[in-house]
């Protein structure tokens, strides 16, 4: 068991390098993407509220939005996209479950697809270019960060969703443009890419039901499986380790409320691993902007050290000193917040506890608040079940491909996911997935 325990420190640090960039490359020249499409005017619903239909440039492809009641121009929002299945247009103005558990509590602006023609396979590529359209018109008409936000889509939606997010892969011609999301999510949808093309990490959902395994060609069970198999052999290089593969029992196809909270608490988690929180436009002055993008790049210790110089200079004008300390707000906050979801981890989920705490160190660098990160780590560690909960994640992500044949656990399969839940805890990703994998 304990050198199973090291091996899986060693994988869960590797995973670190590679999903994080470290604060100084954050803060440096990396390669610069291809350049966006010339953004839109503002449109007459510029900064307007509730919810409201758009159309785009293409005929029977619209769009509904959804602006959240804590968004205002001092407090910019992030985005969710989202792709209905085939025929499911009507379902478009509605936005229940999304407001729930995303849009309100995550500050996220929704924009829901809309193809009146029913048919996610006609004309894919011109379905992904309105929803482009879509996330530009919706930038010009409000204050949204780019990198932060969440994509999800159903049944046939898993078309479009896919050829959205290729835009934004490693494959992607000329290489990828920036990406506005850091979580996607798999409601039972028709996604036959590989999701560890994404250039950027992200936490996926991908959920399923018993019964709606069988449905399509090929069947929802065997694609969705094959998008977890991937997630999880990623994860073992250094992927996201935040990977979700939930199967729910006698679930046919729709997407429950549950489907939708757990994907929502991923988005938490890696929306303060891998996202910007600003609005660098807010910041024009020569002394911020360089500081707003290196918080934005999650370089948070330098940038919260610089900014306290600046608010401390006596030589500065007294208004900028004024700014540079409620920036330095912004990023203590978001400072804190990391914290506390640490310390949540830390008592809940010993793997996700040491990705993400390797992950936040990075980012506060020689912080103080860096000792508390490293504190609650080493507290989390010293409990009996810890080091033994990661073994058993990697040993999960190790031996998944296999453990499913047709619509059932292969032999010797529930005894594993048995010992893995004991190990990693009923709270945890890892519990949950195999207790819910068992249930089958």
């Known amino acids: 068991m304990r050198s199973a325990a090291r091996g899986a420190a060693i994988v869960f640090s590797a995973a670190v390098l590679a999903a994080c960039p470290a604060p100084a490359a954050a803060a440096g020249a990396p390669a610069a993407p291809p350049a966006a499409p010339a953004s839109p005017q503002p449109s007459e619903n510029k900064g307007r509220t509730g919810s409201y239909e758009c159309k785009t440039s293409r005929a029977a492809y619209n769009y509904y939005v959804y602006v959240p009641k804590s968004y205002s121009d001092e407090n910019p929002a992030g985005l969710h996209l989202y792709f209905h299945g085939q025929g499911g247009g009507g379902s478009a103005p509605h936005f229940g479950q999304w407001a729930r558990h995303f849009l309100e509590p995550q500050n996220l602006i929704g924009i829901n697809m809309q193809y009146t023609d029913g048919d996610n396979g006609k004309d894919t590529a011109g379905k992904v270019e309105a929803a482009l359209e879509a996330i530009r018109q919706t930038m010009a008409d409000y204050k949204v960060i780019l990198g932060r936000g969440a994509c999800g889509s159903f049944s046939g939606g898993g078309l479009p969703h896919e050829k959205l997010l290729d835009k934004f892969s490693k494959h992607a011609p000329g290489g990828p443009a920036p990406c506005p999301f850091n979580h996607a999510a798999l409601y039972g949808s028709n996604y036959w890419a590989d999701p560890t093309a994404a250039a950027a990490p992200m936490s996926w959902f991908v959920g399923v039901g018993t019964k709606e395994w069988d449905m399509g060609q090929p069947t929802l069970g065997a694609s969705q499986t094959r998008r977890a198999e991937q997630l999880f052999a990623a994860a073992l290089k250094g992927g996201c380790a935040d990977a979700y593969f939930k199967v729910t029992k006698d679930k046919g196809h729709s997407i429950s409320d549950a489907d939708v909270r757990d994907s929502a608490a991923q988005f938490r988690r890696s929306c303060l691993a891998f996202a910007p929180f600003l609005y660098e436009k807010d910041y024009p002055e020569p002394q911020l902007a360089p500081l707003a993008k290196a918080a ?32 330095k707000k912004k990023v203590d906050d978001r400072i804190g917040a990391a914290l506390a979801l640490l310390r949540e981890l830390a008592e809940q989920d010993p793997p996700l506890c040491d990705y993400y705490t390797n992950i936040f160190m990075q980012q506060l660098g020689a912080h103080p608040a860096a000792k508390d990160a490293l504190a609650a780590l080493a507290a989390a560690r010293k409990k009996p079940d810890f080091q033994p909960a990661l073994a058993a994640c ?47």
């Open 394 to 440: 990697v040993q999960f992500w190790t031996n998944f491909k296999g453990m499913i044949t047709g619509q059932a656990l292969a032999p010797g399969a529930a005894r594993f996911l048995e010992d893995a839940r004991a190990r990693a805890g009923d709270e945890s990703l890892l519990g949950k997935m195999a207790a819910e994998l068992m249930a089958m």
């Open 296 to 327: 934005n790049a999650l370089a948070l210790g330098r940038a919260a050290a610089a900014l306290e110089r600046l608010a401390a200079d006596p030589k500065a004008d007294a208004a900028l000193k004024a700014r540079a300390a409620a920036l």
